[in-house]
């Protein structure tokens, strides 16, 4: 193996010094994004008044390019209870395609106290290490705490309605 120590590296044909790694090689950059799946739903609401962890709709997989990739999950949304003071929980869920499948965390490292039944953003992110080169999916889930009021991800009513986004990034390890 050699090895090639420099300070720069120019392009010696190109005029906008972009350098192409030939197709079936790999340039390994800690650090830096190498892909970035979003998936993206307008006019979606749904409900629970369990104390369990359930789905939502809100879910998006991604395939690492490498075993040593973190993966940053971004979730922007709403939540909503139906009565003041009750809490909504929220937290995410990894499943690897044939394999294992496990709440992240503790599954409730994720809150959103809705005082007075109000509309609330919820923005969560969470990095994650999942040791594969296969499909992995994260999905957003939510309970109630208490169970005697119902929780409510997302707004869908009609051209008023809100949206709900996921974005994953594959950081270079």
Known sequence: MSELYVNKIY??????????????????????????????????????????????????????????????????????????GDIGLYGLRRSISGGSAGDLGTGEIFQANQQGGGWQPLVLQFLDSPSTTIATTYTLRFKSYAGSNYVYHGWGSGTGGSSQTITLMEIGA
């Not at 104390?51 to 490498?66: D, H, M, R, W, Y």
């Open 11 to 84: 392009s010696h044909t190109d005029a906008n010094n972009k350098i192409e790694i030939p197709s079936g090689n790999t340039l390994y950059a800690p650090g830096h994004v190498i892909q970035v799946i979003q998936q993206h739903t307008t006019n979606v609401q749904e409900t629970t008044n369990s104390t369990s962890f359930q789905n939502t709709s809100l879910a998006a997989t991604i395939t690492p390019k490498s075993s040593s990739s973190k993966i940053l999950v971004s979730v922007s949304t709403q939540s909503y209870t139906s009565s003041g």
